[in-house]
Each structure stands twice: as C-alpha cells, then as structure tokens.
C-alpha cells in the first residue's frame, strides 16, 4: 500500500469548512478500484488516499479524478 495527499479543488466553499460540497469527490475517490480509504482535510482542501501502486498510481488517480470534473494535484506522498 501507499499514501499520497493530494489538493483537491472544491472541496469545500470559500468559508467553510463541513465538507458537503467535496463529497462528489469523495465518493468518487472512494469508489476507485485499488483505493482503500479516502481521508479528508477540510481545512486545508486535502485528502489522504490509500492505494495499492500494483492497480492504480498517483497519476492516474489525478487522471481519473480530472476525467471527472474534479481537479486536483500531489501534494505529498510516502
């Protein structure tokens, strides 16, 4: 398994924190076969992924997720 974070574009309204705009995100992130948890930080506009590196990589999570509307970029990974 690896960890990566990554920034993600809306995934919460200017000024607020609850997270109820990123769940589309979120869901689609958790969904992803080859992702284990999907970890948000709605403070900083940051999720933490788990994924196995034998089914998915860091780029083609970015790919996939931009595929769908979202946009986001590697923040940091492990």
Known sequence: MQIAKYK??????EGCTCGHCGQPA???LRC???ISSVNPDFE?????I?????DLS???IISKAFKR???MY???SE
């Open 8 to 13: 993600v574009e809306g995934l919460t309204c």
């Open 26 to 28: 979120l869901i689609f």
């Open 32 to 34: 992803l076969d080859g």
């Open 44 to 48: 900083n506009d940051t999720v933490l």
């Open 50 to 54: 788990e994924f196995d590196s034998n």
């Open 58 to 60: 860091k780029e083609e």
């Open 69 to 71: 509307g979202f946009v």
């Open 74 to 76: 590697l923040v940091d």
